[in-house]
């Protein structure tokens, strides 16, 4: 089992910046892709950016040259850092982590961290 611990959320001023920070337990099963995804009122759960365990990167359109996705291996911890905010940045952000064990592959959830933006 993996388990998620976010942090960084809150409430900041358009044009402000946040980092969020999402920590995975220490396990047996390898990690692979770490990524952050949103989630605003009504809406679906999408894609923020995703970052491969070699430091590939990918972002949603809305977010590039704004958001960067980092991690540290050594410490199974993925980052956020959002800058120029947004209202529409307004969501709760979770993290994401794809771990495997052999065959097995499972996506795992950290719990969300509300991130408003204020116009």
């Known amino acids: 089992q993996v388990q998620l611990v976010e942090s960084g959320g809150g409430l900041v001023q358009a044009g402000g910046s946040l980092k969020l920070s999402c920590a995975a337990s220490?396990?047996?099963?390898?990690?692979?892709?770490m990524g952050w995804y949103r989630q605003a009122p009504g809406n679906q759960r999408d894609l923020v950016a995703v970052?491969?365990?070699?430091?590939?990167?990918n972002y949603a359109d809305s977010v590039k040259g704004r958001f960067t996705i980092s991690r540290d291996n050594t410490e199974n911890t993925v980052y956020l850092q959002m800058n120029s905010l947004k209202p529409e940045d307004t969501a709760v952000y979770y993290c994401?982590?794809?771990?495997?064990?052999?065959?097995?592959?499972?996506?795992?959830w950290g719990q969300g961290t509300q991130v408003t933006v204020s116009s």
């Open positions: 994401n982590v794809k771990a495997k064990l052999g065959a097995i592959q499972i996506n795992y």
């Open positions: 220490r396990s047996s099963f390898v990690i692979n892709d």
């Open positions: 970052i491969t365990s070699g430091g590939s990167t």
